[in-house]
């Protein structure tokens, strides 16, 4: 006899590092993607909406092409696993009821302003005296920014990532996506778990995450600058041949900066003796005749597939890469046959194609699409309240 899904699903919950963690997320869109991260691998995740519900509920994609609250891929990609309240947190009259879920409550996620909670001293007056308490906010709860909002775009300009993108005589560019908030949720998915891990001998903790500082802690021309007073501007990518090209079926990008690459280049295209020249071997002579060479080497890479150049290249030792495009890279055979990419219902809204564990384990650290995202206050807080009261709490070890 086939077990019934909801058996299945808890005997699977129960399977995963986080179960019976309990997790309280008033937080924006910064720190979705962390509380998501907390979901799979095993917690109770309370969402908690404002009455207007969730920023994302109101981003596509939408399924069908038709926007509504209920529809939005996006709101159901990142809150996945998760249960759903309607209250009004930043409204002093909800501190009873947040009083109530907070008592038992191992973590709590937050993004200012919340009711009760003293961004001065990182104080949470209704969250239990051994619960971690996250506050992640556009740019911290301190500094002459900590009262401003952000985007994805805003937070790239202002940390420098957009000066250095796009092409020297055009504008500049952002990174497309949403990677502001999946930063930044990666770092509050680490800072909470590296947080209850201490929490026997440290007990409650208040830990803060600034999206800003997130994106820019891995940014390496951030680095250059701190170390060398470098700064880095856009240019023609490496002398002479290096960036971006067209085949005939799509885009590769080249990295020709050694003799080595460069000779590998020559003999990948056929040798042709426009590019014998000894002197060429030095990116200097190259960067001065660019456009000679370009006028070469582009119709030679436009006649070739990009597959093939690709593979090719590598086995010249030229260091060069396919540019996929979205759709490429959902086709492509690297994720396809590590599962990357699965098929899972995603709130009520039908099947889609979703990217899959972000990591490989052994033994299971977490599961996807348990749950689907909720609807906008499909749970009652007073019942979830009376369930995490009744149940016997995780103990902190």
Not at 173 to 183: A, E
Request: hydrophobic fraction near 40%.
């Amino acid at each position: 006899m086939r077990t019934p899904p909801a058996e299945e699903a808890r005997t699977i919950q129960e399977a995963l590092p986080l179960d019976g963690i309990r997790v309280l997320d008033l937080s924006g869109p910064v720190g979705s993607y962390g509380s998501r991260l907390l979901a799979d691998i095993g917690a109770d995740v309370v969402k908690v909406e404002l009455p207007d519900g969730d920023e994302l509920r109101r981003q596509g994609p939408f399924a069908g092409r038709q926007a509504g609250p209920e529809r939005s891929l996006t709101f159901a990609y990142y809150h996945a696993n998760k249960r759903g309240v309607m209250l009004d947190y930043r409204d002093p009259g909800a501190l009873a009821v947040l009083a109530g879920l907070g008592a038992n409550a191992d973590v709590v996620l937050l993004t200012p302003p919340v009711a009760g909670f003293d961004p001065d001293s990182g104080q949470l007056s209704w969250a239990s005296p051994d619960a971690i308490v996250c506050a992640i906010s556009p740019f911290g709860i301190t500094g002459p920014y900590r009262s401003w909002r952000a985007t994805h775009l805003t937070s790239c300009a202002l940390g420098g990532v957009v000066y250095s993108q796009g092409e020297p005589a055009g504008p500049p560019l952002v990174m497309p996506g949403r990677q502001l908030y999946d930063h930044a949720g990666t770092h509050v998915a680490i800072a909470v778990l590296a947080a209850l891990r201490e929490r026997p001998a440290a007990g409650g903790q208040f830990v803060e995450v600034s999206g800003h500082e997130s994106l820019g802690s891995y940014l390496f021309d951030l680095h250059r600058y701190t170390n060398f007073a470098d700064i880095l501007r856009r240019r023609a990518d490496h002398p002479g041949v290096g960036g971006r090209w067209p085949c005939r079926d799509g885009m590769v990008e080249l990295a020709v900066i050694t003799p080595k690459h460069w000779s590998g280049l020559v003999q990948l295209l056929g040798n042709p003796a426009e590019l014998s020249d000894p002197a060429l071997i030095d990116p200097s002579v190259r960067q001065e005749r660019t456009d000679e060479l370009r006028a070469v080497i582009g119709p030679a890479i436009a006649a070739m597939g990009r597959e093939d150049m690709v593979a090719r290249a590598q086995q010249l030792s030229v260091p060069c890469s396919l540019v996929n495009t979205v759709g490429q890279f959902t086709a492509d055979p690297q994720p396809r046959s590590r599962g990357f990419f699965v098929r899972a219902s995603l709130a009520g809204l039908g099947e889609f194609e979703v990217p899959g564990q972000p990591f490989l384990s052994g033994q299971p650290l977490l599961a996807q699409y348990r749950r689907p995202a909720p609807r906008l206050g499909e749970h009652d807080p007073a019942a979830i309240a009376r369930e995490w009261q009744a149940a016997e709490r995780r103990p902190a070890s």
